[in-house]
C-alpha cells in the first residue's frame, strides 16, 4: 500500500524564530488526503520558495513544512483523472505553502491542481519552467492580448538575469521584440545578449525621480520586481503601451500619479500564476513546449540535488540567484 513508503523531503523546522532545512525521512501516510498521489522526481526553484523556507508566514503558517511551489512526476496512485501512471505537472494553487511541496519525493494533491504533461517532454524539461517559465509566459500572453507588437518600438524587462526575466527575455526576443533588459548584475550582461536582449541596461535606468512623467522610451514591459522601479517604469512606458506585473522583489509597494494612465493610457497588467483556472495554464505550458520554446534558457538550466536547496535558496533572497535552478530528487 502506497500509505506504507517512506520517501526522503526537505523539510523546514522552526526553532526559537530561527527556520532550518534539512533532509529527513518522511511518511506517505502523512501527506493530505487528495485524490492524486504523485512520486515528484523533479521540482523548480522559485523566489516563493525561499521566502517559504524563510518563514514568510504570508506564504507558509505552520512549520515543520516541505516547500516547492513546483512539482513534476508520475502518478503512482488516483481516484480518476489524471490516472495511474500519468507523467503531470503541479504548479501553483496550495502547492509548496501549506500542502506539502515539491521538495518532497511524494506530494499527494486534488486532481484539478494537475496538468498532463505536454507532447514531447518530460519532467526535468518542465521543471526548467516551472511557474517561473509560466508567469513569464502569462506575462508576455497578456502584452500581446493588448496588441503588444514588435514595430511599436523596445520591450523592457526588469529583473531580467532572475528566473522570470531570463525565460521572458528570450519568449520575447524569439518572437521579434526588441528587448531591453535591466540587470543589477553586470556580469550577466553577455547572458543576457544571448538569450536575445538587444541591450542591457542598470537598475539605475529606474531610480527614484521625483518627475511624475519621463521621456517615454518603452513600448511595452515585463516588470518582476514592482515597487519603485515599477513606478519609475510606468513613467517611461510609450502612449498606450502595456506593463505586466508579476513581481515584488523591490517591495510590494508602488507609490504612483494617475499621470501615464490618464496622459498615455498606459495600462497596468496584473499577472497571477497561481490561484488561475487550470486551463490558463494548459495554454501556456502547451506554448512553452511548442512556439515559445527557450532553448537556451533550456541549456543553461542547473540542475541540483537537497543538498545544495540551502544555499540557492538563500542566494533568492540576496537578489543574486541566476536563471533557471532545477532540483532533481536522483541527485
Ligand atoms: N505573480 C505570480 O504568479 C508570480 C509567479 C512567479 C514569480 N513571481 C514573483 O516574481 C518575482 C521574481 O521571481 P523570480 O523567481 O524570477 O526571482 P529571482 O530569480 O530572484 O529574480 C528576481 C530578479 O530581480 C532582480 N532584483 C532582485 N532584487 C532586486 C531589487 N531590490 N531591486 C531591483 N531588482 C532586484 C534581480 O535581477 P537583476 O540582478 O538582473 O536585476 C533578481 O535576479 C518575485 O517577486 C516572485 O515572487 C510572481
Not at 124 to 136: E, F, N, P, S, V
Not at 181 to 195: H, I, N
Not at 225 to 232: I, Q, R
Request: with cysteine; proline share 5%.
Amino acid at each position: 500500500m502506497s500509505n506504507d513508503i517512506e520517501y526522503k523531503a526537505w523539510r523546514v523546522h522552526e526553532k526559537d524564530g530561527e527556520y532550518v532545512g534539512a533532509e529527513e525521512t518522511c511518511r506517505v501516510a502523512d501527506l493530505p488526503a487528495n485524490e492524486v498521489l504523485i512520486r515528484v522526481t523533479h521540482s523548480s526553484l522559485n523566489y516563493k520558495d525561499a521566502l517559504s523556507a524563510s518563514g514568510n508566514k504570508g506564504v507558509t503558517r505552520n512549520f515543520p513544512h516541505t516547500p516547492g511551489i513546483d512539482a513534476a512526476g508520475e502518478v503512482v496512485e488516483s481516484s480518476g483523472t489524471p490516472g495511474k501512471g500519468s507523467q503531470v505537472i503541479v504548479t501553483g494553487y496550495d502547492l509548496g505553502m501549506n500542502t506539502p511541496g515539491g521538495f518532497g519525493e511524494y506530494i499527494r494533491v486534488p486532481a484539478q491542481w494537475c496538468v498532463e504533461m505536454p507532447a514531447g517532454w518530460d519532467a526535468r524539461k518542465a521543471m526548467i519552467y516551472g511557474t517561473a517559465g509560466l508567469t513569464a509566459g502569462l506575462c508576455v500572453n497578456k502584452l500581446l492580448r493588448m496588441g503588444a507588437a514588435p514595430e511599436q518600438g523596445p520591450v523592457v524587462v526588469t529583473g531580467a538575469s532572475g528566473a522570470v526575466g531570463t525565460v521572458a527575455v528570450e519568449i520575447l526576443a524569439g518572437l521579434g521584440f526588441e528587448v531591453t533588459a535591466v540587470s543589477g548584475k553586470e556580469d550577466q550582461v553577455d547572458a543576457l545578449k544571448g538569450l536575445g536582449a538587444t541591450a542591457v541596461v542598470g537598475r539605475e535606468t529606474l531610480e527614484a525621480s521625483p518627475k511624475p512623467m519621463l521621456k517615454p522610451v518603452f513600448a511595452n514591459a515585463v516588470d518582476t520586481v514592482g515597487g519603485a522601479p515599477l513606478a519609475e517604469l510606468l513613467k517611461q512606458v510609450l502612449p498606450g503601451g502595456s506593463v505586466s506585473c508579476c513581481g515584488l522583489v523591490a517591495g510590494p509597494k508602488v507609490e504612483t500619479t494617475v499621470m501615464p494612465f490618464i496622459l498615455r493610457g498606459v495600462n497596468l497588467l496584473g499577472v497571477d500564476s497561481v490561484e488561475i483556472p487550470l486551463d490558463q495554464k494548459r495554454q501556456v505550458w502547451h506554448k512553452l513546449s511548442s512556439d515559445w520554446a527557450c532553448p537556451k534558457t533550456e541549456a543553461a538550466a542547473r540542475d541540483i540535488g537537497r543538498g545544495d536547496l540551502d544555499g540557492a535558496l538563500r542566494a533568492f533572497l540576496k537578489g543574486e540567484s541566476i536563471g533557471k535552478i532545477v532540483l532533481d530528487h536522483a541527485r
